[in-house]
């Protein structure tokens, strides 16, 4: 029975790889940013509800949950039987670069995984539910911490998404990051007839800067900070009466997110005092956890792309790669999920550029995406059909620090 139900994944997939590529073409034709993804939204619910998925608006007004099957996991139930998995599908842009994270292609990859596994629940009836959750606005702050408070994991098995790249990777290292803005608040004076009346929030800003570019230097690995200024000023002859700077924080985890967090405060408060600006953090209200994968469900995806003719590094720098960081990190934290990058670039090119945007619409990324998922439909069959494997992704996860760690802080 297993080996049919993986023919009949498979199949499914490539019979259907002509639709799904024009759902992962018009998303990528039509770039909309986090929240106002209402033509992909409207796409996918409508692909969804044309085969027999039950479709529902969830997360606001661009999310949307599908499902097909049942688990019977319900309070009445006497006996649970199957497994329910979830494909996180992600569809926003990013400004100006369009899909420059390929998150047409996440989408694309969703759905190709989830007919294949709808293939196969049709065929064995008890194998379990199969649930597409459309994560809106992953690029800013994500929806999925909303879905965890909303108690939509508490009867998932498996979580899992994809992570279009430069190479295949199994297990990629997605980290802790805090996003904050910072605003120093001066005093305005024109510049050239009176300017020892002004404090200078320019100055402030400047300071800041430079302290956070020498404290990069005693980061440990993994720590990272990134910044960009956002207002600098009105004009050269008024000293900045106030200046505002975005900030990115990564770490590996949130112990040294907080002692991360500690050092870049005291950089900020060192530029407002210098300066004598007033100093106001604000930080976003999404704080993005580090991914937690599965071992072995990573291992078994990889397992499977081999099989397909992916090619995974045994260097451990590129088996182990950073991708950045996304809120699939939480879901982590509270169910077992996997995020495997793979492999869309004909030639070298890295992710958030506009080189990469153009890759994420050729015909090589679609028929990499199309591999991708039918790996991931095979290898999340395994899962659903052996409950021993089952059984030994759920013990590694309880046994792992990352299932009793935070989903959120402030």
């Avoid at 106002?36 to 997360?59: M, P, Q, S, W």
């Avoid at 990564?250 to 407002?272: S, V």
């Avoid at 004909?346 to 995406?369: K, R, V, Y």
């Amino acid at each position: 029975m297993m080996e049919e139900l993986l023919n009949i994944c498979c199949s499914t997939i490539d019979a259907g790889a002509s639709s799904f590529r024009d759902i992962g073409q018009e998303i990528w034709r039509n770039p909309e940013l986090g929240l106002e993804e209402f033509h992909a939204h409207k796409i996918l619910c409508n692909f969804f509800r044309e085969r027999g998925f039950t479709v529902d608006e969830f997360l606001g007004p661009t999310g949307f949950r599908a499902s097909y099957g049942s688990t019977d996991k319900g309070d009445g139930a006497s006996s649970p039987s199957g497994v329910h998995v979830c494909l996180m599908a992600e569809y926003d842009a990013l400004p100006e670069l369009g899909h420059a994270t390929a998150h047409n292609l996440v989408s694309e990859a969703c759905v190709a995984t989830a007919m294949g596994l709808k293939a196969a629940i049709d065929k064995k009836g008890t194998l379990g539910k199969v649930t597409v959750l459309g994560s809106p606005d992953s690029e800013g702050n994500g929806k999925k911490m909303e879905a965890i408070k909303d108690g939509f994991f508490k009867d998932v098995d498996l979580a899992v998404t994809f992570i279009p790249f430069t190479c295949h990777v199994a297990k990629p290292v997605m980290l802790t990051i805090m996003r904050e803005t910072i605003s120093f608040k001066g005093k305005a004076a024109h510049a050239s007839t009176c300017p020892w009346d002004g404090r200078n929030a320019l100055d402030a800003a400047i300071l800041c800067y430079n302290n956070i570019s020498l404290l990069r230097q005693q980061l440990k690995p993994y720590m990272q900070i990134h910044c960009i200024i956002t207002n600098g000023g009105l004009k050269p002859n008024i000293i900045p009466e106030k200046t505002e700077m975005k900030f990115y924080l990564r770490a590996p985890d949130h112990i040294e997110m907080a002692h991360l967090q500690q050092r870049a405060d005291a950089a900020f408060k060192a530029a407002a005092r210098a300066t004598g600006c007033e100093l106001e953090i604000a930080f976003t209200p999404t704080p993005y956890s580090n991914l937690c994968n599965s071992p072995k469900l990573a291992a078994l995806y990889q397992e499977e792309a081999e099989g397909l003719g992916c090619t995974f590094s045994t260097n451990e720098e590129t088996s182990t790669r950073l991708v950045g960081s996304s809120d699939s990190g939480n879901v982590s934290h509270v169910v077992p999920t996997i995020a495997p990058a793979y492999d869309i670039a004909i030639a070298a090119s890295a992710t958030n550029t506009q080189s990469f945007a153009e890759l994420a619409g050729t015909e090589e990324a679609h028929n990499q995406t199309m591999v991708a998922s039918k790996a991931m439909c095979k290898a999340l069959l395994k899962a659903m059909l052996d409950p021993a494997i089952l059984a030994g992704i759920k013990s590694d996860f309880e046994k792992d620090s990352c299932a009793a760690s935070l989903t959120e802080w402030s």
